[in-house]
């Protein structure tokens, strides 16, 4: 299974107009901002998707082919702990596969079908009232909050709905009992007697 967001088949085209904020983030930490990881963080924010570091790497190449895939690894790394991107397991659908996504987002819900992978995200007030009202009612100081939520996507529910319906259609109906005679179900008798 795999997941699809919006922009699965995005061609990206990077762009070196990265924020200042990214660069402080990271030579706050004692470490520069070089090319290959303003790619990776142009790459991440522009495409729309939740990428995971394999095609990240693929799309990467493309861009600067002299990148390799373990400097991919590296650098997603050094911008996960220079606070620049997230790593999200989007609740499993692609096994134990990572995605990236930069924290410049707002914050919002991940809304993920458990069927075909397909992830939507959510912005919206009733998250940030949610946030208030945990903080409030924990005098809690909220840093960083994931709010991942599992159904089925309208297509899926109709695929399943489909499903149902061709196999009641499939079972053959019950074969009726003969005149005068009884049929009695054993399922859950207890008196094996008789």
């Known amino acids: 299974m795999s997941i699809q967001t919006k922009a699965n088949t995005a061609k990206v085209k990077v762009v070196g107009a990265t924020s200042a904020t990214s660069k402080d983030a990271l030579s706050q930490r004692g470490v520069r901002f070089t090319r290959q990881r303003q790619i990776l963080l142009d790459l991440i ?9 394999e095609r990240l790497f693929r799309l990467a190449k493309e861009a600067d082919p002299k990148l390799n895939r373990v400097t991919v690894y590296r650098t997603l790394k050094l911008l996960k702990e ?5 790593e999200l397991d989007l609740m499993h ?5 990572h995605f990236y996504e930069t924290r410049r987002k707002q914050e919002h819900a991940h809304v993920i079908c458990l069927s075909c ?9 009733p998250l940030q009232k949610l946030r208030k009202q945990i903080e409030t009612l924990f005098a809690f100081q909220i840093v960083l909050a994931r ?17 149902v319906l061709e196999a009641a259609a ?6 009726p009992a003969k005149p005068g005679k009884t ?11 008789k």
């Open 45 to 53: 924010d522009k495409t729309g998707d939740h990428l995971d570091a």
């Open 82 to 86: 220079g606070g620049l991107v997230d």
């Open 93 to 97: 659908q692609a096994g134990e596969q």
């Open 117 to 125: 992978g397909k992830v939507e995200e959510y912005f919206g007030d």
């Open 147 to 163: 709010t991942e939520v599992g159904g089925y996507c309208s297509h899926c529910q109709s695929m399943r709905e489909r499903e």
């Open 170 to 175: 499939v079972v053959p109906p019950a074969k």
């Open 183 to 193: 049929v009695r179900s054993t399922a859950h008798s207890t008196d094996r007697s």
